[in-house]
T-cell receptor
């Protein structure tokens, strides 16, 4: 296992379209996190899973956003009816239940035109 | 509400110089602090983690310290190299049970000139 994997790396979409991103965490990690990072800013927390349960959602996660983690393995983040303000880097991280250190993927860069 | 601030926002130094990056947080109830490196357009690479009971961590030319009472952490880079050029982010975690839920600073963009 080489770390947290995110796909696609880049996505360009037209405003109003739906997009879905995938995150595969490190295999033994039961905690999974999604973050959003805009240019020149630090990442901001979006949501958090422990196994398949979504335990927390930030107020940044509007109704157009939905995240799932079926069977507690990979996770998907879907954005419906994309807006230009959704353009950002979407980062996924995972951590082991007995540790606090988070490991991040390479991110998915979304551009909404 | 926890807020994390990094100073300076950008730093340019000649190769070989020792440097210190600063991170401050508003709530001393921080549980752990993690320093990351981010190259342009890339994800985050974990550099150092300071856990709740620790005050500092070292890895190679990097040393990070955490002072909860003053709400500060520093990242010391010795003998800087052009390959150290990147954005450095500090992030605080507020509990063990949410280890990867982090509050980030805005980062310090470091440029090391040959």
């Amino acid at each position: 296992d080489t770390g947290v994997s995110q796909n696609p790396r880049h996505k360009i979409t037209k405003r109003g379209q739906n997009v879905t991103f995938r995150c595969d965490p490190i295999s033994e990690h039961n905690r999974l996190y999604w973050y959003r990072q805009t240019l020149g800013q630090g990442p901001e927390f979006l949501t958090y899973f422990q196994n398949e349960a979504q335990l927390e959602k930030s107020r940044l996660l509007s109704d157009r956003f939905s995240a799932e983690r079926p069977k507690g393995s990979f996770s998907t983040l879907e954005i419906q009816r994309t807006e230009q303000g959704d353009s950002a880097m979407y980062l996924c991280a995972s951590s082991h239940r007995d540790e606090v250190e988070a490991f991040f993927g390479q991110g998915t860069r979304l551009t909404v035109v | 509400k926890q807020e994390v601030t990094q100073i300076p926002a950008a730093l340019s130094v000649p190769e070989g110089e020792n440097l210190v990056l600063n991170c401050s947080f508003t709530d001393s109830a921080i549980y752990n602090l993690q320093w990351f490196r981010q190259d342009p357009g890339k994800g985050l690479t974990s550099l150092l983690l300071i856990q709740s009971s620790q005050r500092e961590q070292t890895s190679g030319r990097l040393n990070a310290s955490l002072d909860k009472s003053s709400g500060r952490s520093t990242l010391y880079i010795a003998a800087s190299q052009p390959g150290d050029s990147a954005t450095y982010l500090c992030a605080g975690g507020e509990s063990y049970n949410q280890g990867g839920k982090l509050i980030f600073g805005q980062g310090t963009e470091l440029s090391v000139k040959p």
